[in-house]
């Protein structure tokens, strides 16, 4: 049995960090662990110009605490032109387009996403080759909302085979299924969906730290899910969706959707793929599937991982601001070093 484990870069494909208070909180918390993370661009208002792409990417170096980690800004999906793009192109990583309405601020989002109405802006995507993040949901039947966005993401895989598209946080079978159908198809899995059902969200008393879009689904979405994930398929990342929001806003009447893993993430992960036999798949899942999904090399920053009991706290609090962690006050078997 392993007592020691130690990756190399690790990268988080899909990450809230806000801004202000709670930015200054959390950044740390990633940085410490992660060489790098594709930061989501639903601020308020949302990230759509290169001014404040940069200026956000600087207050995120100036949070983080940690120099080895590099913060991948990306934009927020709106119509934009040839030029504009070649613009700000080395600047992002990526642009994630949300349906609007979907999720926590996603109001500005695309209200019909209908190929022929965003060919303009996928073509200068696809020449530049900036990669296309989709929160991929429709607004039908919570449980089925993914399972109803397939049609899109295959319209859009088809109509333009040269853009990278990332289905991010992908929680169902179905999704899974067409990695294999489509190249220019990948996804990103969080840990808590590999984790978690609807059982563990609302099978018992609720559960508010474990809601999130998309929700926790079947067991069988889960099984499929962390088939490719334990494999290390070379079209899956980790990305977290680490979406922290304080305590007031989780513990009340209208729950804010978004779980905060972001500190506990590469311990339950080693735990995880330990259980499954799997550990030395887990550099593939957390980094290097990325580095070849996104053709880039990251920082270079060696994380060791110790098999030793920790307790996670119940809270996180600083600058005026709090968040409540997923497994708050639980012992995980694996701790950083
Ligand atoms: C995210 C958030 O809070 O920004 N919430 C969530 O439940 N995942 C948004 C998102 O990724 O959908
Ligand atoms: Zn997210």
Redo the contacts with the bound molecule.
């Keep these: 049995m392993s007592t020691e484990l130690t990756l190399q870069s690790p990268l988080d494909m899909?990450l809230?960090l806000r801004d202000e208070e709670m930015l200054k909180l959390v950044a740390p918390l990633t940085a410490q662990t992660f060489a790098g993370a594709l930061i989501?661009p639903?601020l308020v208002p949302p990230v759509t110009t290169k001014e404040s792409a940069l200026a956000y990417k600087q207050r995120i170096n100036d949070a983080k605490k940690y120099s080895d980690f590099e913060p991948y800004v990306t934009l927020f999906f709106q119509e934009y032109n040839y030029d504009f793009l070649k613009e700000i192109k080395d600047d992002i990583i990526g642009i994630k387009l949300?349906p609007a309405g979907?999720?926590?601020?996603?109001e500005g989002g695309v209200a019909a996403i209908d190929a022929e109405a965003l060919r303009p802006t996928l073509e200068a995507m696809s020449e530049l080759k900036i990669p296309l993040c989709i929160?991929g949901e429709t607004n039908g039947f919570v449980m089925d909302r993914e399972k109803e966005f397939v049609p899109v993401y295959e319209a859009l895989a088809k109509e333009f085979p040269n853009l990278k598209i990332i289905m991010?946080?992908i929680t169902t079978k179905d999704s899974v299924e067409l990695l294999d159908k489509y190249d220019n198809l990948h996804a990103t899995i969080?840990l808590h969906h590999l984790l978690i059902t609807l059982d563990d969200v609302a099978g018992g008393m609720l559960q508010p730290h474990l809601?999130?879009?998309?929700i926790a689904k079947r067991y069988e979405d889960r099984d499929a899910l962390l088939k490719v994930a334990l494999e290390a398929h070379p079209k899956v990342m980790f990305g977290s969706?680490s979406?922290?929001?304080p305590k007031h806003k989780k513990e009340c009447c209208g729950c804010?959707?978004?779980?905060f893993t972001a500190p506990i993430a590469l311990q339950v992960l080693a735990e995880l793929f330990e259980e499954h036999g799997k550990l030395d798949n887990l550099e593939k899942f957390v980094s290097l599937n990325a580095q070849s999904v996104y053709e880039f090399t990251p920082v270079e920053k060696t994380i060791t991982l110790i098999k030793q009991d920790c307790i996670v706290p119940e809270i996180y609090e600083g600058f005026g601001e709090n968040v409540v962690p997923m497994y708050a006050g639980e012992t995980l078997k694996w701790s950083l070093s």
Excluded: R
């Design positions: 899909h809230h989501m639903n949300y979907i999720t926590t601020n996603s929160h991010e946080h969080t809601f999130c879009k998309p969706d979406a922290p929001h804010a959707a978004g779980v």
